[in-house]
């Protein structure tokens, strides 16, 4: 069985065994950072993600993107592509964005300020609706 929270199962004994050692004041950081993960506060994907998305120029390209019953179509300087909605297995909406999941883990995000009006905005809930397979 594939272990999803393997720094939340790690952390808190980090931190208790540099308690127990008598090293507290390294004990803290990891016993808080073992708070954080439990309750999910900030998970450590979201954190990974945004460093690889500030260590890779490729990601602060500029994407058009194209959404249409066929599905999602991208283009940047050195990428064009169309993925097929039967890739994706669910999505969800949030104030700011539309996040599509095609995996564990695996999002494409779309930020809802790349559609220029709020026509534009319910065309895609609406294609979205209709082709991805489980909306949350």
């Known amino acids: 069985m594939e272990d999803d929270q393997p720094c939340g199962r790690r952390t808190p004994v980090v931190g208790v065994g540099f308690f127990a050692a008598g090293l507290r004041a390294w004990a803290v950081p990891w016993l808080v950072l073992a708070a954080v993960e439990w309750f999910d506060l900030l998970p450590l994907s979201v954190l990974i993600a945004y460093i690889e998305y500030k260590r890779n120029p490729k990601y ?33 909406e949030t104030n700011r964005a539309f ?15 790349a559609f220029a009006t709020p026509a534009d905005l319910d065309a895609a809930r609406t294609i979205l609706q209709a082709a991805v397979v489980a909306p949350r």
Do not use: C, H, M
């Not at 990428?79 to 909605?85: D, F, I, N, T």
């Not at 996040?99 to 300020?113: D, F, H, Q, W």
């Open 60 to 92: 602060r390209e500029q994407y058009d993107l194209g959404l249409s019953p066929d599905g999602l179509s991208f283009r940047t300087s050195t990428v064009s592509s169309v993925l097929k909605w039967s890739l994706y297995s669910s999505f969800w």
């Open 99 to 113: 996040v599509l999941s095609y995996g564990r883990g695996i999002p494409t995000v779309i930020p809802k300020a």
